[in-house]
DNA sequence: ACCTGAACACCGTTCAAGT
DNA sequence: ACCTGAACACCGTTCAAGT
């Protein structure tokens, strides 16, 4: 078996997809590519990295696709974010977990500051800015891929009472982009 | 030795702000109560159960404290929840990571529902609209607590060139009042 | 009722040894 | 250069046995 960074954290995407985060294992994993756990050390000095590398990996197909559009804004950022991370099972985890500013993430970041401050946003409050268009995302689709898992336990009967019925309920596209907005109402309204 | 549920949530908790949520262990745990690991599972079904009680006793901590409050609003409600949760290391992890509908975290959730609905947010959003307030709490004192810690690996130099110096960042009680006002003056440009 | 000893089936990681 | 066997120090959890 001829391995390499790719072939591992390709690898551990697809065992993500089938079966989440909570049972990747250097051993599950190694087992996956017909190998043995202590193997996958010679590509990657600890779990950590083989994590940063799968971030790193996401965040270079949304610089692809990102490469793609002219004169980006901030809703066509966090669409195909939100696209490419919902295409690997609990990739918000792993972004929460794993060191940022990586190359491929770094430039995400950077761009992301920069359509910040071109909708008016000032230097001191940047960070905080870039910060909470970050967080909005990654819980949007962690919640997501959350509900899509359906092995919930049950809300209890009095609070479900008080909900509005599916049929009333914001379908999740639509919910992500009345998020987007009140993100975005909510800056402009804040810097002028 | 006489254990029972309180006590050994409240060892947890310390031991949360001593090491964090990574070195906490079962068997940790029950050393620092000098008991044996075994002994916990009388208390607790299993780890997930304590994890559930800290969140669901943080909550009573917020609950509590809001019912000295009269005619509460959404500021208070998040500062109070920001508040607490910063008062226990990790407790934005834990609260991702255990079923929300316990008693009093339910209670939380309601009136958070209940402030949102008041702003004018329509039924249909009400659910996104409470997740997302839920979610940029929870990330912001997560985030806090990450950099309180100290330990990440450095920035990118090239990267640090393009960033207001530290004299010009907000600081981090601004900075969430900020951010809490992006959101609600976007829920208020978003409802009307 | 409450605690423990001892075990089971896992982890991540290291490192001498093989090819 | 690349992979493995075997071990180390951990996990969460169970359960018969002790008091």
């Known amino acids: 078996m001829k391995l390499d960074r790719q072939t591992i954290q390709l690898a551990a995407i697809t065992l993500l997809n089938e079966t989440g985060l909570e049972t990747l294992s250097m051993r599950t994993l190694a087992k996956s590519l017909d190998v043995k756990a202590a193997s996958l050390y010679f590509h990657f000095k600890n779990k950590d990295e083989l994590m940063e590398g799968i971030a790193e990996l996401i965040s270079g197909r949304i610089s692809q696709r990102l490469a793609k559009v002219k004169d980006c804004d901030f809703y066509q950022l966090a669409h195909i974010l939100r696209e490419e991370l919902k295409r690997v099972n609990d990739s918000p985890k792993i972004f929460e ?29 940047l960070t905080v ?5 970050n967080n909005f995302v990654l819980s949007y689709v962690a919640d997501e ?17 008080q909900f509005p019925s599916p049929i009333d309920l914001a379908n999740p596209d639509e919910a992500f982009d009345y998020g987007l907005d009140i993100f975005i109402h909510g800056l402009q309204a804040t810097t002028k």
Not at 101 to 124: A, E, S, Y
């Open 145 to 161: 891929q959350y509900f899509a898992r359906g092995t919930q336990r049950q809300m209890p009967a009095e609070f479900a009472a």
């Open 129 to 133: 800015a870039g910060n909470m268009g």
């Open 97 to 125: 977990i794993t060191y940022p500013f990586t190359p491929n993430r770094t430039k995400l970041i950077l761009l992301g500051m920069q359509l910040m401050q071109d909708l008016g946003v000032d230097q001191r409050h």
